[in-house]
């Protein structure tokens, strides 16, 4: 059946339902009419006839409680609440100690003795830190990323957690946003199977297992599409745009399975997302099927009110008959929900299914059965930072590492020689595990230098100098410093401190100079509207370079920068981001030729910040770019090419690998066909690597414009040196389809182009049609 645009988006919104969802609907019901799902309901059924209004309320109240090494630090207040049952969950405490305290304050005193769920931000690791999520997504390797939401899990729910606020899968195309640390980057595609691999990490297969934990899906959603790149923004787009470029993520998430979802601080095209029904009923849970609860960012509901919906009151009513099933931190729940169901703004039905949901979410984890989940100190000992985790976040930095530059083999350095190491991050510990760095302890992180000692040994000299503080800007240091940023300002002059480094990069063979950001300069609230690196670092790297060493730049950063000079100047430059409780080590490992670097971007770097939004899956115009200059009437900047500095995919290895051309096995693709694209890979360089082959398409005439380049598949893998690989990647119609504007997900007959190679831009083409039938 062809829907007409106006029946389309009733659909989207969930305002009519159509043969197909009325069938998905009661496939749905049949399947949770399952035993295990029915005896789910029976048992909340039967706690919640005993419950009071002020109990289920007190469900959707999560609080955050901070702790000491006795136990939760407790106040008045929040030990009240506990006790008459007024809270539903807690996040912020964690260890067997405080986490057993807590629990067996609900169970003991409470009249119904209902577990509470304890939460926490366990973003890229709990005690033992990984890279930041969008140095992990660098890695392309699912296995690893995977690998790291397991140990993470494993970690946490050892130390009394049950909950964790990941996977971030904001789709991000403005770095200027701090959080663009957070996420995996720019791509809908890579961004989907980032989701489910992560949710495969933290949940398993069985979320009653005590070594497992729920994860939380945020920010729900268009989080990362704040205007101006500044954070909390407004966002406002085409629901195209959203089905086909935002939400792929999410939906990944939810399909995988996610126990929960936080909804987002923007509002989305009029409404904050905390109390958009669209968004938080119609879509996520009438289209997407998702079962679990909804929990809002911090005190979300009651920054409505700034937002301008409505008072307390108002948005209290408005956010939970949207579909938010808990409120973090607000508060408004507990004070306005029983007034709201006495002025009728709220129905019964509309809080015991909020509560239900979060009595589920509960029982999901066998909190019922097993409200401790084993915790104990002997358990947290045995599995905290462990030594085969700190091995696996060694392997995991590594591969996250994006080597951008490297002339004249430059790296790998000889473990020989001296080495100058200088720059403010070169023997720092605190940035190195980044932010939302969860239990992470950075005094137990490895910083550079540590790393070069401990993988050079005693064969190579270094020496070392600071050369610059992070910025000369003494209120972002206090900014940052008001935040554990730990940093301390050398107050010798800039020249001076430059001087001392020329000094000892002239004594040295090659000068590694470790820069970048502090760790708080991204992550929440860290928006920047200057990219580069601060002026007294690069400084450093030019009064450096007149040395004529070898100079080799040594990134560290949550977000993409803007790096021209640098890639002019500097001889090697490799991208670590905040690489974590093994970082110093990885980055040894990576400088000496230990490990051989793989990782792509998974963020384009622009050439400046004036061409952001810069994203490789962009669409045409119709006066397409092209490099001539006086060419005028394009869609282009008088003072600047469109191209970036480093494409999306973009990384180099210290082998070098080959092409060929793709083939087709057909050039004609039918509805029910396959097709596959064969290219051979080879390793032409003189080490062994690892290569992420990508494969893009373009879809050339469309109902509506599709983007120039969309990813649709890759590989990772590793060819010794000299070794040829055919690769076969399978395209079916399912790959070529997206959302049109009348919001039908459908592949379009006509002519596409397929391009393989080794990053967004440098690869080879072929072409076939999709046919009608
Ligand atoms: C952030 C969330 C986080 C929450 C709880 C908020 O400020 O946006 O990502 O999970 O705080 O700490």
Known sequence: MKHTFRTAVLLSLGLLLS???????AARAAASGTTDDAKMQRFIDDLMRKMTLEEKIGQLNLITVGFDVTGPVVSKDVDVNIRKGAVGGVFNTYTPIAARKLQEMALRETRLHIPLMFGYDVIHGHRTIFP??????????????????????????????????????DIARDPRWGRVAEGGGED?????????????????????????VMACLKHFALYGAAEAGRDYNTTDMSLARMYNEYLP???????????SVMSSFNEVNGIPATGNKWLLTDLLRQQWGFKGFVVTDYTAINEMVAHGVGNDAQVSAMALNAGADQDMVGEIFLKNVAQNLKDGTVKQEVIDLACRRILEGKYKLGLFKDPYRGVSEKRAKATLMKKEFLDDARDI?????????????????????????????????????GNWSGAGDWKQAISVEQGIRNVAGSAVKIVTAQGANFTDDQQMIDRLNAHGGELNVDKRSAEEMIQEAVKVAQSADV???????????SGEAASRSDIGLPGPQLELLKALKKTGKP????????????????????DAILETWFSGTQGGNAIADVLFGGYNPSGKLTATFPQSVGQIPLYYNHKSTGRPFNDQPLDKYKSRYLDITNEPLYPFGFGLSYTTFTYSKPELSTTTLSASGTLDVKVTVKNTGSYDGEEVAQLYIRDVVGSVTRPVRELKSFQKVLLKKGESRTLTFRLTPEDLKFYNNDLQFVAEPGDFQVFVGSNS??????TFTLTGN
């Open 188 to 212: 809908p595609y890579l961004g989907s199977q980032i989701a489910r691999a992560m949710v495969r990490g933290y949940q398993g297969t069985d979320l009653t297992k005590n070594n497992t």
């Open 397 to 433: 930095a590594r591969k996250s590492f994006v080597l951008l530059k490297n002339d004249k083999q430059t790296l790998p350095l000889k473990k020989a020689g001296t080495i100058a190491l200088v720059g403010p991050l070169a023997t720092r510990q605190r940035d190195l595990i």
């Open 511 to 521: 000068v590694v100079a470790v820069v970048g950001e502090s760790q708080g300069m």
């Open 249 to 259: 993520p999410y939906k990944a998430a939810i399909e995988a399975g996610v126990g």
């Open 761 to 766: 831009r440098d690869t080879q083409e072929a």
């Open 19 to 25: 043969p197909a969802l009325h069938a998905q609907q």
């Open 551 to 570: 100079l080799v730049v040594v990134l560290m950063n949550g977000r993409p920068l803007t790096l021209s000079w640098e890639n002019q100047n500097a």
């Open 132 to 169: 930041i999520p969008l140095g992990l997504s660098a890695s392309w390797d699912m296995t690893a990323i995977e690998r790291s939401a397991r140990i993470a899990a494993e970690e946490s729910a050892a130390d009394g957690l049950h909950w964790v606020f990941s996977p971030m899968v």
